[in-house]
């Protein structure tokens, strides 16, 4: 996921930033060849998130579609659609103060196998504000010194839910302040433990693997000792040259590779609706 690709994929693909990230165009999503998902699936790997304009799409197509980048799951805390539990519908209502996905995080790292990619569908788009940030974790890895990637590849660290999805966090966030709903369960208060550098599977690339929603501390330290370096990991990831924004349009769907990249929603189209369906695709524990 260096910017500019030399490899042909037939598509319209127009990079966002010199980080990360393109633009796709010439694609619908409802009638593909193979040809089609396989350039799709290319240029996913090679740009890390990819926004494919001007599609319509239903719940159902929406699925159709995800399905073929791989196995579906359902959240285990956001509750998802009455009639498709693995769509979460991101709603932020007029009135809402609150966006949901706001802050850098990896989806669902606080699982023992996080989401490999996230394929999110925008059907209302607010005039003003609502994009969301991406960066690119292989760049985050590569631009570290060689002493600090030695001591972070003998490190793990410990990844929950707990502080982004229970009180005082969540509640102060989101309750009564969006129309996202949430399935409290034991998968909130639980701590799994992944590699801090993770070998992407497909690329073979190393990319630093925390987050600041989820990452609480490293093993076997405690949540004060590993802060320092924690801060500083959470600062150096997301650096501005690291990043690309996507700028939503109706129709838009953008699909991000959790596993070398971090996102985050941007809250600041209050007055105005948002209205985004995500569907995750499952991933294999990070190695
Ligand atoms: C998320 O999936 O974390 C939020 C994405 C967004 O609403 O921009």
Same mark, same amino acid.
Request: proline share 5%.
């Given at each position: 996921?260096?910017?500019?690709?030399?490899?042909?994929?037939?598509?319209?693909?127009?990079?966002?930033?010199?980080?990360?990230?393109?633009d796709?165009?010439?694609?619908?999503l409802?009638?593909?060849?193979?040809?089609?998902?396989?350039?799709?699936?290319?240029?996913?790997?090679?740009?890390?998130?990819?926004v494919?304009?001007?599609?319509?799409?239903t719940?159902?197509?929406?699925?159709?579609?995800?399905?073929k980048?791989?196995?579906?799951?359902?959240?285990?805390?956001?509750?998802?659609?009455?009639?498709?539990?693995?769509?979460?519908?991101?709603?932020?209502?007029?009135?809402?103060?609150?966006?949901?996905?706001?802050?850098?995080?990896?989806?669902?790292s606080?699982?023992?196998?996080?989401?490999?990619?996230?394929?999110?569908?925008?059907?209302?788009?607010?005039?003003?504000?609502?994009?969301?940030?991406?960066?690119?974790?292989?760049?985050?890895w590569?631009?570290?010194?060689?002493?600090?990637?030695?001591?972070?590849?003998?490190?793990?660290?410990v990844?929950?839910?707990?502080?982004?999805y229970?009180?005082?966090?969540?509640?102060?966030?989101?309750?009564?302040?969006?129309?996202?709903?949430y399935?409290?369960?034991?998968?909130?208060?639980?701590?799994?433990?992944?590699?801090?550098?993770?070998?992407?599977?497909?690329?073979?690339?190393?990319?630093?693997?925390?987050?600041?929603?989820?990452?609480?501390?490293?093993? *076997?330290?405690?949540?004060?000792?590993?802060?320092?370096?924690?801060?500083?990991?959470?600062?150096?990831?997301?650096?501005?040259?690291?990043?690309?924004?996507?700028?939503?349009?109706?129709?838009?769907?953008?699909?991000?590779?959790?596993?070398?990249?971090?996102?985050?929603?941007?809250? *600041?189209?209050?007055?105005?609706?948002?209205?985004?369906?995500?569907?995750t695709?499952?991933?294999?524990?990070?190695?």
């Amino acid at each position: 996921m260096t910017a500019m690709s030399e490899q042909s994929t037939g598509l319209d693909v127009r990079p966002l930033t010199g980080a990360m990230g393109a633009d796709v165009f010439g694609v619908d999503l409802t009638k593909l060849d193979g040809q089609t998902l396989v350039s799709i699936k290319r240029t996913f790997h090679e740009y890390g998130a990819i926004v494919i304009r001007n599609q319509s799409l239903t719940p159902a197509a929406l699925l159709e579609f995800a399905k073929k980048m791989g196995a579906i799951e359902v959240h285990p805390i956001v509750k998802g659609l009455d009639e498709h539990p693995e769509i979460i519908k991101i709603h932020k209502a007029t009135g809402d103060v609150a966006t949901f996905g706001v802050g850098w995080h990896s989806d669902n790292s606080f699982t023992p196998q996080p989401s490999l990619g996230s394929i999110v569908y925008a059907e209302k788009v607010p005039p003003v504000g609502g994009d969301t940030l991406f960066a690119n974790q292989y760049l985050a890895w590569e631009q570290l010194s060689g002493g600090m990637q030695r001591m972070l590849e003998g490190l793990r660290a410990v990844h929950s839910a707990k502080y982004a999805y229970t009180a005082p966090t969540a509640k102060d966030k989101y309750e009564g302040k969006t129309t996202i709903a949430y399935t409290h369960s034991d998968v909130v208060h639980a701590e799994v433990v992944h590699p801090v550098v993770r070998t992407h599977p497909e690329t073979g690339r190393k990319a630093i693997y925390v987050n600041p929603m989820f990452t609480v501390r490293f093993e *076997d330290m405690t949540e004060d000792e590993s802060r320092p370096l924690l801060d500083f990991l959470f600062r150096h990831c997301v650096r501005e040259d690291f990043q690309c924004r996507v700028r939503w349009q109706e129709g838009a769907v953008t699909l991000w590779d959790n596993r070398c990249v971090q996102h985050t929603a941007l809250n *600041d189209c209050q007055g105005f609706e948002r209205i985004l369906y995500r569907v995750t695709v499952r991933g294999n524990a990070p190695a």
